[in-house]
């Protein structure tokens, strides 16, 4: 069975950190690429950043560049986002994603999804 499961998500003041992991259990890890997708209230799924099979990092977006670092752990079947400087408008449901090398941004090519982490950013 495939699993991925998120957790570190919670409530933080504006201008905190959180250090969201995913772990990954069912498939050949090393061999997907994997992203974080949030999704808002009211509004549609958002790619955050992802991280090729070899470990380099997709480009951020302008959203969350220079705040938000993506790590995957091949050995360990995880991966990480370390998120600093967080405001308000990140508060999402943050999901873990794995697929093809090739989706990068297109959020409907991933294949394996987990159930999310809550991330609220409020003072």
């Known amino acids: 069975e495939v699993l991925l499961v998120e957790s570190g998500g919670g409530l933080v003041q504006p201008g905190g950190s959180l250090r969201l992991s995913c772990a990954a259990s069912?498939?050949?890890?090393?061999?997907?690429?994997m992203s974080w997708v949030r999704q808002a209230p009211g509004k549609g799924p958002e790619w955050v950043t992802g991280v090729y099979t070899g470990g380099s990092s997709m480009p951020y977006p302008d959203s969350v560049t220079g705040r938000f670092t993506i790590s995957r752990d091949n050995a360990k079947n995880t991966m990480a986002l370390q998120m600093n400087s967080l405001k308000p408008e990140d508060t999402a449901v943050y999901y873990c994603a794995a697929g093809p090398n090739s989706a990068g941004r297109s959020t409907y090519e991933y294949w394996y999804w987990g159930q999310g982490t809550q991330v609220t950013v409020s003072s």
């Open positions: 069912g498939f050949t890890f090393s061999n997907y690429g």
